[in-house]
């Protein structure tokens, strides 16, 4: 059964710090690892994603670090603000048959960055 | 651009009905994925469509369903409610079928009493 697994399941950081949040999962079968925002009572929003063949990408203050001999990945947030409160999500693209656009998405972390 | 446009926001029925969600993809994107959001389940996908033909279909009953239309327009249905259905649906749309990047719609929230 595929599988994505999330940790923490929330988290308290002070302005300006790290927020770290990390993913794993169980088979080799996924090619694609987006990250996903979701403020209550909104949609899930795309943060920055990343594929296999790759180890980091950084857009702005979110860095994805990709292990893929350890089948794990984590978001990190640098300089955290409190605008940066929300749930996030983990997710993986399972590379089946033909293209896909169905995700299989880790449990969610609450973020909750203190002034 | 105009994002993707889920349609009732919000709704209450009661067990043994059923119900009929929209979603409009932003223009231009022809794949439509349906997801289910609960707090105990989390986010889980439904099924995805393309070309008005269902791709892909997750582990649900068979009271869920979907289509689509030619102009990229979704529907999904839940026929008999159960309580246990009561939850956000979430529709993403993409540009195409293994597309990188899903954009999200706000959701509907239904309620079964």
Known sequence: ????????????????????????????AFDYF??????????????????PDVSEKKEG??????????????????????????TYFCAAR???????????????????VQP | KAGVTQTPRYLIKTRGQQVTLSCSPISGH??????????????????????????????????????????SRSEMNVSTLELGDSALYLCASSLDRGSHEQYFGPGTRLTVT
């Open chain 1, 1 to 28: 059964q595929q599988q994505v697994k999330q940790s923490p399941q929330s988290l308290i950081v002070q302005k300006g710090g790290i927020s770290i949040i990390n993913c794993a999962y169980e088979n080799t």
């Open chain 1, 34 to 51: 987006p990250w996903y925002q979701q403020f209550p009572g909104k949609g899930p929003a795309l943060l920055i994603a990343i594929r």
């Open chain 1, 61 to 86: 203050r979110f860095t994805i670090s990709f292990n893929k001999s350890a089948k794990q990945f984590s978001l990190h947030i640098m300089d955290s603000q409190p605008g940066d409160s929300a």
């Open chain 1, 94 to 112: 399972p590379r089946e048959g033909g293209a896909t656009n169905k995700l299989i998405f880790g449990t969610g972390t609450l973020l909750a």
């Open chain 2, 30 to 71: 022809r794949s439509v994925s349906w997801y289910q959001q609960t707090p105990g389940q989390g986010l889980q996908f439904l099924f995805e469509y393309f070309s008005e033909t269902q791709r892909n279909k997750g582990n649900f009953p068979g009271r869920f369903s979907g289509r689509q239309f030619s102009n």
